[in-house]
């Protein structure tokens, strides 16, 4: 059966029929989803529940997986990170839930990751390489709340003002692992932890390789820019962020459990909405790294 792409909104974003992600992929299926994503930026699948394993199968036959931003969590103060709840340190577990399956306290540093999730940010932006696509799957979803949003960062560019877009050309913005955390307030991290990931610097505009179409490359990562002072710099990305998040460039996504959904951390940003934390909220999510089969390290899976 053929694949085919509904369109979700009028600039991006769109919903695959007639694949199923659950079997290994033919070549040719997978050069669709490719061609989808260059156009689209987002993908969402339905009815995908699949196991761990098979998840990180399915990423690894579209690009080179990254290994999961537990390294994040893993510096926070003196804890010690618990195993994936998921079983594979390439498969993520962005649910509010501890070993046992029930809600985490509302303090602790896993609800952090949570909250920092609701910030507009592009995955791994903070290290070279970043991402590149991010797959999400829904496992089980809390009774109201919990969306996630997508903004799609060529339609923003293609929108500013051309007296911005030159102000633009040659920035670049520092991106920080832990800058996301620190915004909400949490900041008591040894100087052992803030050098485990030195700042990573990425133009401000960059061209999309698959669409050939400029974007902003920001979001809840970057902290300055290069050349400015902080508060100007800060400021200047505010003022971005403000302009490209505006409703008419964001797709909202509601989930149903075995919605997978993949992004284009390259273009689109993304954030997660509230919830009530009380409740279960549990996602996989696999990540490849943004470089190309040919440039990967000798054994990466
Ligand atoms: C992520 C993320 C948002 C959400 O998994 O990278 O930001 O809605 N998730 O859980
Ligand atoms: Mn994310």
């Not at 040719?28 to 529940?49: C, K």
């Not at 994040?72 to 070993?99: K, Q, W």
């Not at 985490?104 to 896993?110: H, I, L, N, Q, Y």
């Not at 505009?205 to 974007?215: C, E, F, I, N």
Request: net charge negative.
């Amino acid at each position: 059966m053929g694949i085919s792409c509904v369109p979700l909104h009028p600039l991006f974003a769109a919903e695959v029929r007639g694949v199923d992600l659950r079997e290994p992929l033919p070549p040719s299926t997978v050069a669709a989803i490719h061609e989808g994503m260059n156009r689209y930026g987002i993908l969402v699948f339905h009815d995908q529940a699949m196991e761990p394993l098979r998840q990180r199968e399915m990423t690894r036959q579209l690009g080179v997986l990254e290994l999961g931003f537990g390294r994040v969590v893993a510096v926070h103060r003196d804890d010690a990170r618990p195993p994936p709840r998921t079983g594979y340190a390439e498969v993520a577990d962005i649910s509010n839930l501890d070993a046992q399956g029930a809600p985490v306290e509302r303090a602790s540093r896993k609800t952090l990751g949570n909250l920092a999730n609701q910030l507009w940010h592009s995955d791994s932006s903070f290290q070279k390489p970043s991402a590149r696509y991010s797959l999400l799957l829904a496992v089980q979803l809390p009774s109201w709340g919990g969306d996630t949003e997508f903004c799609d960062m060529r339609a923003a560019y293609d929108a500013l003002d051309p007296v911005l877009k030159a102000e633009l050309e040659g920035l670049e913005a520092e991106h920080y692992a832990l800058h996301s955390r620190i915004l909400l307030g949490d900041d008591e991290y040894s100087e052992a932890a803030h050098s485990i990931f030195p700042p990573v610097t990425w133009p401000i505009v960059r061209t999309h390789p698959g669409s050939h179409r400029k974007l902003l490359f920001i979001g809840a990562h970057a902290r300055r820019v290069l050349g400015m002072t902080v508060p100007e710099g800060r400021l200047l990305l505010m003022d971005l962020l403000e302009h490209a998040t505006q409703p008419r460039f964001v797709h909202r996504h509601t989930w149903r459990p075995g919605d997978l959904v993949i992004w284009d951390n390259r273009c689109i940003l993304h954030r997660g909405r509230r919830w009530d934390m009380s409740e279960p909220r549990e996602l996989r999510r696999t990540t490849t790294a943004d470089i190309d089969e040919a440039a990967a390290p000798a054994g990466a899976s």
